[in-house]
């Protein structure tokens, strides 16, 4: 059933600005009679104002004199929400913020539950559910990839791509069904072969959109770097220095580390979770053990493992033991060698290994440090930046899911899709093959709200901030 766009009848009001940062502060008021009600306040009303203008007024309460204030006044569903709507630049005081709050309540406005203004929005037809999570996205994104991100679902990309979909899928479904209705006809509207042909390409759509949420949700919270090798090859050091604060303890005693280290580290334009983790080798107890295993939890989690090795104390048969390893667990390994100013011999003997030949092109280039050098440092941040942004800017133009939800969605359909296909290859009836269409079509409009779905609403909105 499809969702049912509604009218709320009370007004409501939050402030919108942080307490106590800045010199104006933003209180918004939104709902059908929100004029009406805040001319209550005014000595001079809103009645002449234009959509879309400011003007100054001077606010009252019972007391007297609140602020003199900037009114931006909204009409005729011209707004954020699709309401009426009042927006109050006042004087940045937590003083004045609160007796104005107190005086629109005085007259009939109520305060906005967390994210009531973005699900007014979305009821009243404004954005779609999928828009309305990127306003949360674009709050919380902490880096430029995830910010641009965020945008372009905000503007409806991914949501065009959804829509495409399902109307694709709905053609199929109401030829169908337009079978059914002609059932003692024996005629068929809906070409089987070009109905396996439609899914079938749908469905490689629909799955590389699913699969992207790997990477998605690496760019929203952050891709993850891990910081590992073995004991006393510097990794600590490198930690510390690549942070610019002393956050791991660093000790010639090997095993220092025991447990993994995490902290948030940005390399210009982004953001990586940076993990520092125990030595790899053979445990001397059990507490070592565990430090260990969970750099392997680490390194299978995803992300980039930046193995550290010291060429002074590594033989080449090491060397190589300890990348097969490592490539049981993980695709993308970049490997760095470690105190080069006191490295006397052939570091190309590492290079030029038969391992780094036979896998050619997935470690990259050697690169080379002096993790306490701190010129030595900013050279290879500025790699590892450069290799990341590689990475984000290979998906300019491209769709990547970054939320969950959406995700989870995505593999219903693709779940129901499969199932469509076998029922075509096994000659299904009409109405079997219109039922899994149709639970295709209800997990993409899961998506972008289009479906009756009040337990997801409530869980999404209940998560934003006052004011939004």
């Known amino acids: 059933m499809y ?8 007004c409501i009001a939050a402030i919108a600005t942080a307490s106590g940062i800045g010199a104006v502060g933003l209180i918004r008021v939104s709902g059908a009679e929100s004029l009406l009600k805040v001319n209550a306040l005014l000595k001079k009303p809103l009645d002449e104002v234009e959509s879309h203008r400011a003007v100054l007024r001077r606010i009252f309460d019972s007391e007297g004199l609140i602020d003199e204030s900037l009114i931006t006044v909204f009409r005729d569903g011209k707004s954020y929400t699709g309401e009426n709507s009042v927006e ?3 004087h940045g005081s937590d003083y004045i913020a609160q007796r104005l709050l107190k005086a629109l309540l005085s007259v009939g406005i109520r305060m906005a539950d967390p994210g009531e203004f973005t699900q007014r929005a979305f009821l009243n037809g404004k954005i779609d559910l999928a828009q309305a999570e990127a306003v949360a996205d674009v709050i919380a994104a902490e880096h430029k990839f995830a910010h641009e991100q965020a945008l372009k679902q905000l503007r409806g990309g991914f949501s065009k791509d959804i829509a495409e979909l399902r109307d694709k899928l709905l053609w199929f479904v109401s030829l169908i069904e337009l079978e059914l209705d002609f059932g003692e006809e024996d005629v068929e509207f809906a070409s089987r072969a070009e109905l396996q042909n439609l899914v079938l390409d749908l ?3 629909v799955d590389h959109l699913r699969d992207s949420f790997a990477l998605g949700n690496a760019l929203k919270k952050g891709f993850t770097l891990v910081l590992a090798g073995r004991p006393n090859a510097g990794k600590s050091t490198l930690f510390n220095a690549l942070l610019n604060e002393d956050r791991a ?8 580390t025991r447990d993994a280290i995490e902290e948030v580290l940005n390399l210009g334009d982004v953001r990586i979770r940076l993990v520092d983790t125990a030595g790899i080798r053979e445990a ?5 053990r565990e430090g260990i295993n969970r750099t392997f939890k680490h390194i299978e989690a995803g992300g980039a493992t930046l193995y550290l090795f010291d060429p002074s104390e590594l033989t080449l048969d090491e060397f190589e033991s300890d ?5 049981e667990k993980t695709t993308r390994i970049w490997l760095v060698a470690n105190k080069m100013d006191v490295f006397s011999g052939d570091i190309q003997s590492f290079s030029n290994s038969e391992l780094m030949k036979e896998h050619e092109g997935q470690e990259g280039e050697l690169l080379r440090v002096v993790a306490k050098d701190r010129t030595s440092v900013q050279q290879l941040t500025a790699e590892l930046s450069q290799r990341f942004t590689a990475e984000l800017r290979s998906l300019d133009g491209l769709t990547v899911v970054t939320n969950a939800r959406h995700a989870d969605a995505l593999d219903q359909c693709s779940q129901e899709l499969e199932k469509l296909l076998e029922g075509i ?7 079997l093959l219109s039922f899994h269409l149709r639970s295709g079509i209800r997990a993409l409009a899961a998506i972008t709200g289009e479906i009756d779905t009040e337990e997801i609403l409530g869980n999404i909105f209940s998560r934003f901030c006052i004011g939004k």
Do not use: N
């Open 323 to 327: 990348l097969k390893m490592l490539r």
């Open 3 to 10: 969702f049912c766009r509604m009218k709320h009848q009370d």
């Open 284 to 288: 001397s107890d059990s507490i070592e």
């Open 88 to 90: 109050i630049a006042y």
């Open 203 to 205: 469905k490689q759509r």
């Open 425 to 431: 290859e096994y000659q299904m009836t009409g109405d």
């Open 249 to 256: 303890i660093v000790s010639d005693i090997k095993g220092t």
